[in-house]
């Protein structure tokens, strides 16, 4: 009597079909998990760094004999900041408190301030109607990811009671 051969299942088309079924599902899983796994790691690279970013810029009131340099006059509000030595800052948000109501400037400068730079702003506008500046914010914008971020106003600069310009 002849003996079956040891392979002869494996060569069987019925096994084959579920073998490569198996395979292809496998390797499809694989590819999904990884597809996920990559989209999910560069969002939240995007968010880290967009809240990381914002935090390390290091903003200040450009200050003389310990005093900000800030002011106003009917025509306009003129404040100088120092820049920090990490980021460029490419844009800056006003916010200024009138009593009566709040002035908002969206694009406060006319070129960035580079890492480690200063540079005076002056805001033309017609601030003749109000007695007083209450306050001032200033926010800085900033690039992450080739995107123009505006950082949240805690990472941001206040100034209250803003005297008038003497000079």
């Known amino acids: ?7 002869r299942g494996f060569r069987s088309r019925k096994a084959v079909s579920p073998l490569v079924a198996t ?21 939240i690279k995007s968010q880290i760094n967009e809240n990381t970013g914002c935090k390390s810029v290091n903003m200040q009131w450009y200050t003389v004999q310990g005093k900000p340099e800030i002011c106003y006059d009917d025509s306009k509000l003129a404040f100088s900041i120092q820049n920090g030595a990490n980021f460029d800052i490419q844009q800056l948000k006003v916010i ?62 206040v100034e209250n009671n803003i005297k008038r310009c003497t000079s």
């Open 23 to 43: 395979i292809l599902l496998i390797a499809f899983a694989v590819a999904l998990g990884a597809v996920v796994m990559n989209w999910g790691s560069s969002e």
């Open 1 to 7: 009597m002849k003996q079956p051969h040891p392979l």
């Open 96 to 157: 200024v408190d009138t009593k009566d109501e709040l002035l908002i400037f969206d694009d406060a400068l006319k070129k960035k301030i580079n890492k480690a730079d200063a540079r005076k702003i002056k805001i033309a506008y017609d601030f003749s109607p109000y007695h007083q500046l209450l306050q001032v914010k200033v926010i800085p914008k900033i690039i992450v990811h080739e995107s123009l971020v505006v950082c949240d106003p805690s990472n941001g600069l």
